[in-house]
């Protein structure tokens, strides 16, 4: 699967619209968890890190007006070079939601479940790292599985989407490794220690 940008335009391009820190954390942690997922299950490292990257390219059009989210995606990912199929998986994670009209569809393939509980786990990551001070670097996944359990922590985060992992074939706790593993890998550049 040949990507027509890197992941450095990919950031840069990210950086043109009108980002905060919390939302670049996010874009970032989404790649690296991608990433260290596509690993596992030897899929194209790359290619998966690219989604978890861009999932959210309209968002900072479009967050003042949720139901826009999505939206404009298509269009800016066709005019950088992606394929229909790169921009069909981005549309995905949205699927459920009340936004670009996606809140009847469901996803289907291995590679849609993988973003979705993917980008959706960093929430529960990064909330359970700044709880312990923003550190990461000694945070194991049965402290993480707790705060999965108690509903009221990380409250908006959404725990059956999380829980599609195992439509790819990973285990939960395996994926509470693997988030975990994949944003120790970026920590400082996401704030935490």
Request: charged share 30%; proline share 2%; with cysteine.
């Amino acid at each position: 699967m040949t990507l027509p940008i890197s992941k450095e335009q990919a950031i840069e391009i990210l950086k043109k619209y009108p980002q905060g820190d919390f939302e670049m954390n996010h874009y970032l942690e989404s790649a690296t968890v991608m990433k260290n997922l596509a690993k596992r299950i030897n899929e194209d490292e790359e290619y998966y890190e690219m989604l978890g990257l861009l999932h959210d390219i309209d968002w900072a059009l479009t967050k003042d007006n949720p139901k826009e989210h999505l939206t404009l995606a298509p269009g800016i990912l066709k005019k950088i070079g992606f394929d229909d199929e790169f921009i069909k998986i981005i549309l995905s994670h949205g699927y459920g939601y009340d936004c670009a009209e996606l809140g009847g569809k469901k996803r289907n393939e291995k590679i849609e479940h993988a973003l979705a509980a993917s980008e959706t786990i960093t929430g529960l990551v990064h909330a359970y790292a700044l709880m312990r001070g923003k550190k990461i670097s000694d945070m194991e996944a049965n402290g993480l599985k707790k705060k999965f359990k108690d509903k009221n922590f990380a409250a908006g985060c959404r725990r059956e989407i999380i829980e599609e992992i195992e439509d790819v074939g990973i285990s939960l706790d395996e994926f509470f490794d693997i988030a975990i593993e994949g944003i120790k890998n970026i920590k400082e550049q996401v704030g935490l220690s």
